[in-house]
C-alpha cells in the first residue's frame, strides 16, 4: 500500500490489509485529527482497505 501523510510530507509504503481505523493505529496516528482518502473519497474507520491502494492521510484543520 502507498501512503502519504500530509502532515509530515512523507510518503510510505507499507503491507497493510484491514480497516481504515486499524491503519491508523498501525502508522500511530490519532482517527480525530486527519482525514483518510483514496482515489478522492473520504473513507470511514470502518471502511476496509488492501495493499493495492493509493492512501492520503491528511491533517484535520479547524479554527476559530
Same mark, same amino acid.
Given at each position: 500500500?502507498?501512503?502519504?501523510? *500530509?502532515? *509530515? &510530507?512523507? $510518503?510510505? @509504503?507499507?503491507?497493510? /490489509?484491514?480497516?481504515?481505523?486499524? %491503519? !491508523? &493505529? &498501525? =502508522?500511530? %496516528? @490519532? /482517527? *480525530?485529527?486527519? !482525514?483518510?482518502? $483514496? @482515489?478522492?473519497? =473520504? =473513507? /470511514?474507520?470502518? *471502511? !476496509?482497505? /488492501? @495493499? $493495492?491502494?493509493?492512501? $492520503?492521510? =491528511?491533517?484535520?484543520?479547524?479554527?476559530?
Amino acid at each position: 500500500m502507498r501512503v502519504f501523510i *500530509e502532515r *509530515e &510530507k512523507r $510518503r510510505k @509504503n507499507i503491507s497493510y /490489509s484491514g480497516t481504515v481505523s486499524g %491503519l !491508523l &493505529k &498501525k =502508522l500511530s %496516528l @490519532n /482517527s *480525530e485529527t486527519v !482525514l483518510v482518502v $483514496r @482515489n478522492e473519497f =473520504l =473513507l /470511514s474507520s470502518d *471502511e !476496509l482497505v /488492501s @495493499n $493495492r491502494d493509493s492512501i $492520503r492521510i =491528511l491533517s484535520v484543520i479547524s479554527g476559530g
